[in-house]
Nanobody, 119 residues
């Protein structure tokens, strides 16, 4: 079992920055790929990017260049750096841990942290 807890959200003015954290409990953290998503009120969930257990992250086109994912396996933590924030970035941001196994897959979700961009 893996539990994910996001933190770091809050209120920020347009153009500002925030750093979100996704902390995992449980073992074998480095075997999971971690995905960051967001969901704004009344809208569908949006994939922002992902980082494999070891390796480089990749990003959705809509946030590439503004958002940065990094990972610290020693701390069981993945970060999402949000820069140059816009009003439309307001959403609940949450992480997902996923890995494939020989006989299935493991999939865990956090509850999210709210980001509000407003002047």
């Amino acid at each position: 079992q893996v539990q994910l807890v996001e933190s770091g959200g809050g209120w920020v003015q347009p153009g500002g920055s925030l750093r979100l954290s996704c902390v995992a409990s449980g073992s074998d953290f480095s075997t999971y790929a971690i995905y960051w998503y967001r969901q704004a009120a009344g809208k569908q969930r949006e994939l922002l990017g992902a980082v494999p257990g070891t390796g480089r992250p990749n990003y959705a086109g809509s946030v590439k260049g503004r958002f940065t994912i990094s990972r610290d396996n020693a701390k069981n933590t993945v970060y999402l750096q949000l820069d140059s924030l816009k009003l439309e970035d307001t959403a609940n941001y949450f992480c997902n841990a996923h890995r494939a196994r020989e006989n299935g897959e493991d999939d865990y979700w956090g509850q999210g942290t709210q980001v509000t961009v407003s002047s």
